[in-house]
């Protein structure tokens, strides 16, 4: 596919990209002809890729949450290839798919709707919001499309400690989601640090403690807190509690408040705790309590020394401290720096609640949707998740469609 103007183009192949994509093609609302994904990484990939990076293996959500539109979908997938033994059990809730699972039925979802053949493998850096069109900059070409969609999940954003920041380019320190990190390529013998209290950096040091050679070193600062969801299910169902969200005026303080409020960040669901306890009652992992103040490069290692005064000198030491903003990836800088597109507290995008359109300067609404981490405004604590797909694919059809019908009966005039 080239620079030509494309009806829709959804920026991001991840979860809620190719989720939006089907709910277009399957509400008949585009042909795939009128369709462009702009992906650097393939699709699912990079969202699969961090799967491995931290040791998963199960999914956390349930077995109805997945890129299809269908919710039972995945699990009619399982049955029909005598999978069922990969829907795994929970004590509270449905059953959740093995990571394996959830990636089969996604590629078959992408396969079946015939994504490959739309993706334009680049990355996106700037959207100009053109009257009837929206101006895309990416790596690869300037390319024009009726309307967008954005998807990018959390860019390239990742959250550090205050330690870190000036080790960031040292190579034994990493970030679990930096993409050249690979935990298969920690080296035997070694001793590795892991930064972090919740899921991640419990799947990531009891994965490791399995591997022979590496002694783990797990740095959690705070006692651990165990939820079985990312937040309330009330929320899930976009029920009354996204009201209490809309009271508050789009983009403010006290709409960010209330999500972070309402998420269970760095918590750990049951399954991964008793995964966790085991490794530690049985000293495969070494549990430090205190937290890291300072840590320093010395020849290949780092050595770092903790509030108590302990020191630890470790061949690899690896943050599971989460992602950074969504607003502040490389794109989102970017539109809030040049574009005529409306933000406010922190950088969040000014969404329209009914649509997900992204507010522009003079109060129009423009011709870009958001879907997403960067959505959380408008949806709640699970924008980022595979739920939240649903419900933005739920809004942006409902109004791509009405705008579609509008603009072919002026062109038939
Ligand atoms: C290890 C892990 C496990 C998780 N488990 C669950 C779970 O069990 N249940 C659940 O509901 N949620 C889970 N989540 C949350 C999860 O991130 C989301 O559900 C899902 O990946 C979000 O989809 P997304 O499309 O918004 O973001 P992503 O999946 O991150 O996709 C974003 C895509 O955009 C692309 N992109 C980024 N910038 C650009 C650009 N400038 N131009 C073009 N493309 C770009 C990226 O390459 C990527 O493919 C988990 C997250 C992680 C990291």
Not at 31 to 43: C, K
Not at 144 to 154: D, E, F, I, Y
Not at 320 to 337: H, I, K, M, Q, V
């Amino acid at each position: 596919m080239t620079g030509t103007d494309t009806l829709v183009t959804i920026i991001g192949g991840g979860v809620h990209g190719v989720h939006l994509a089907v709910r277009l093609l399957e509400a008949e609302l585009i042909d795939l002809s009128e369709l462009r994904i702009i992906e650097p990484a393939g699709l699912l990939e990079e969202f699969g890729q961090k799967c491995r990076q931290c040791g998963m293996t199960e999914f956390r959500s349930p077995f109805v949450h997945h890129v299809g539109s269908d919710p039972f979908s995945l699990r009619d997938f399982a049955r029909t290839r005598c999978r069922e033994d990969e829907l795994v059990p929970t004590s509270v809730g449905a059953d959740r798919p093995t990571v394996s699972l959830f990636f089969d039925h996604a590629e078959w979802i992408c396969d079946r709707y015939d994504l490959e053949t739309v993706v334009l493998e680049g990355r996106a850096t700037g959207l100009v919001n053109n009257g009837d069109a929206v101006k895309i900059e990416t790596t690869r070409d300037r390319l024009s499309s009726r309307w967008c969609l954005l998807a990018v999940g959390h860019g390239d954003s990742l959250a550090y400690p205050e330690w870190a920041e000036d080790l960031i380019p040292t190579e034994p320190m990493t970030h679990v989601w930096d993409p050249s990190f690979d935990p298969e390529g920690i080296g035997e013998t070694s001793t590795v640090g892991i930064v972090g209290g919740g899921i991640t950096a419990a799947q990531l040091s009891t994965t490791l403690a399995r591997l022979p050679g590496r002694d783990v070193v797990l740095f959690a600062r705070s006692p651990f807190r165990v939820e079985t969801l990312e937040a309330n299910t009330d929320w899930m169902h976009f029920s009354s509690v996204v009201e209490k969200l809309h009271a508050h005026p789009p983009a403010s303080r006290a709409r960010s408040e209330l999500v972070a409020e309402a998420r269970h960040d760095g918590t750990i669901p049951p399954y991964v705790f008793r995964r966790l306890q085991r490794a530690l009652e049985r000293e495969q992992i070494e549990l430090e309590r205190s937290e890291i103040t300072v840590a320093t490069e010395a020849g290949g290692t780092v050595v770092a020394t903790c509030r108590d005064g302990s020191a630890f000198c470790l061949n690899d030491l690896i943050c599971a401290t989460g992602f950074g903003s969504p607003y502040d990836g490389e794109l989102f800088c970017n539109l809030r720096e040049q574009s005529a597109l409306q933000t406010d507290y922190c950088g969040s995008p000014v969404l329209d609640d009914e649509t997900l359109r992204w507010m522009c300067r003079d109060g129009t609404l423009s011709r870009i949707a958001v879907s997403g981490a960067a959505a959380q405004q408008v949806l709640g604590p699970v924008a980022r998740n595979v739920i939240g797909a649903r419900r933005a694919g739920d809004l942006i059809v409902g109004f791509l469609e009405s705008e579609l019908d509008a603009e072919k009966r002026e062109a038939e005039l």
